[in-house]
């Protein structure tokens, strides 16, 4: 019997994520399409790896045709993640082309957000390169002058820190929190604690509180 509910679940698993699949075919986004086969591709390479491959290979040739650099960064990054399980060696050239776009974009913030995501993806094989990569990121981060924008990108670094480093994460956020108490306009401000908020409603739940009256 357990047999049978096993099959009849991996039945259902596959048939819910070929329908995904097919709704992540309508999205006019290049990027947001590439990521969102990435993620149902991980999803299947449990169920059924040969369909994983196929739909990790659509979503790789996208994200290639990606001219955006920052856009295709991150969805080479989500590709590089879904092939870990699938084909590590390959995993490890997608992410060096991310790593390598990535290091091309010129505009600082949207630099930051591409390595961020590269990090990511490297963790789950390199975690002493991801933590280099990050680390060039928050040097970049700290170099934008716009304070909004900043708090954004620093927030991304904190994100990719978070399973790679929790206590510099953690220092990542109260850089965001200071950020933020320094920005004079009310509406940013409160998008910028907004950030603060959501980190810390797992760590801190207490000071997560105290910044949500704030915004």
Do not use: C
Not at 127 to 156: C, N, P, Y
Not at 178 to 188: E, F, G, P, R, V
Request: net charge negative; hydrophobic share 55%.
């Amino acid at each position: 019997v357990s047999t049978g509910f096993s099959r009849e679940n991996r039945g259902r698993s596959i048939r819910l994520l070929i329908n995904a699949r097919g709704a992540a075919g309508s999205i006019t986004e290049e990027g947001l399409k590439a990521r969102a086969l990435a993620k149902i591709a991980t999803a299947l390479a449990a169920v059924d790896p040969d369909l994983a491959a196929q739909v990790i290979a659509d979503a790789e040739h996208i994200a290639q045709s990606i001219t955006d650099k920052d856009i295709k960064a991150r969805a080479l990054a989500a590709v590089a993640m879904a092939l870990v399980a699938i084909d590590p060696d390959r995993a490890a050239q997608v992410i060096a082309d991310a790593e390598h776009v990535a290091q091309s974009i010129t505009g600082g913030y949207f630099k930051v957000l591409a390595l961020a995501a590269v990090a990511v993806a490297l963790s789950a094989a390199d975690l002493d390169g991801a933590v280099w990569v990050i680390a060039d990121a928050e040097g970049i981060a700290q170099s934008i002058t716009d304070e909004t924008l900043k708090a954004r990108a620093l927030a991304d670094i904190a994100m990719a820190l978070a399973t790679i480093d929790p206590d510099r994460a953690a220092q990542v956020v109260a850089d965001i929190e200071h950020i933020a108490q320094s920005i004079t306009d009310n509406k940013l401000k409160a998008s910028a604690l907004g950030i603060v908020a959501r980190f810390l409603a797992v760590a801190d739940p207490d000071r997560a509180e105290y910044i949500a009256q704030f915004i």
